[in-house]
């Protein structure tokens, strides 16, 4: 018997629980399109709840599902829109919170999109291991495939197969001088270990002359070398250069798990994608939701047996 944190209940270890952070805690980052400050808080939420978001600018604000039937627009980001009111940028948040294991929680923002911070999920990873987490008394439920499916765009395609673990692929195709073409295909076996280590701090990129057209539309005004790597016609402009050999394949596998973590549940399979990006990964997570014969859902009596690794409550939390 373990006695978690704040948690006001005891819980048996052995047992795959859902998980919640152990207290309220906030941030504040820069909006990527208004270039304005932006508020989040995080709060701890019951078990079923899954990841809610509310704007705390606005008054009675009805809670905003993470749900990939509610976005609604995905140019250059995936965006939650619900009964009007907009909350855009979700998924290098929402990649975060799939990457450590978080199954109920609520996002207050003051804005209509989350602030981009450094352009990874890096940062939210660090608040989030502030406020520490909490195992709760309800099984942990995954959304397990056990059939493929597969949705494709022109040349682009995203598939998700069954697989005992969760695995992600994906492969890039920029012809480019600043993408190297022996990095632009990664690979990541997801466990919390592996997503904070070797996912987490891959950026967002950009290309110089995009950002110039966004911005003649007044969009884009928070960008800049702080929260993205930008890229000219033949360079890499960020002095540091790149965080990983790979980082912009490592990026788009980021927003993936993002991006299908609104599916409402960690997944159990493997998935595929070839030049894929935020439209199609949420055509596939609706294609999978579309026929209750492409899943079912599945929990595990311990750590042991569920083929997903993530880190104990206690080496998660940190002093902050
Ligand atoms: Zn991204």
Not at 93 to 117: C, T, Y
Not at 255 to 267: F, R, S, T, V
Not at 277 to 292: M, P, Q, W, Y
Request: some cysteine.
């Amino acid at each position: 018997m373990v006695h978690y944190g704040n948690c006001n209940k005891i819980c048996e270890k052995a047992v795959m629980n859902q998980r919640t952070i152990n207290r309220a805690i906030a941030i504040t980052g820069i909006g990527l399109h208004s270039g304005q400050p932006v508020d989040l808080e995080f709060h701890p939420q019951p078990v079923n709840t899954g990841v809610v978001f509310e704007r705390s600018d606005i008054a009675d604000c009805a809670p905003i599902p993470a749900s990939a039937f509610l976005v609604q627009d995905t140019m250059m980001s995936s965006n939650l829109v619900f009964g009007g009111t907009r909350v855009g940028t979700v998924e290098h948040l929402l990649s975060a919170i799939a990457g450590l294991g978080v199954d109920n929680l609520l996002i207050r923002v003051s804005a209509s999109e989350i602030p981009i911070m450094d352009g990874s999920a890096a940062p939210f990873v660090g608040v989030l291991l502030q406020a520490g987490f909490c195992e709760q008394d309800s099984p942990k439920k995954f959304l397990k495939i056990v059939r493929p499916v597969r949705v494709k765009v022109d040349d682009k395609w995203a598939e998700l197969r069954p697989y005992d673990g969760f695995e992600l692929n994906f492969e890039i195709d920029f012809d480019h001088p600043a993408f190297d073409k022996d990095f632009q295909h990664a690979q990541l076996r997801f466990s919390t270990q592996n997503f904070i280590e070797e996912l987490s701090s891959a950026r967002t990129f950009g290309f110089l002359r995009d950002i110039e057209t966004l911005r003649k539309n007044n969009l884009a005004l928070g960008g800049s070398m702080d929260n993205a790597i930008v890229i000219d016609e033949a360079k890499i402009l960020n002095a540091e250069g790149l965080r990983f050999a790979d980082e912009f394949v490592r990026h788009k596998i980021l927003d993936a798990l993002g991006d299908l973590y609104l599916i409402g549940y960690p997944i159990l399979g493997r998935f595929n994608a070839y030049k894929s990006g935020h439209a199609l990964n949420n055509l596939l997570v609706r294609e999978i939701l579309s026929d209750k014969n492409n899943y079912k859902f599945v929990t595990f009596d311990d750590n042991v047996t569920c083929p997903i690794e993530y880190l104990p409550l206690t080496s998660l939390t940190v002093e902050g």
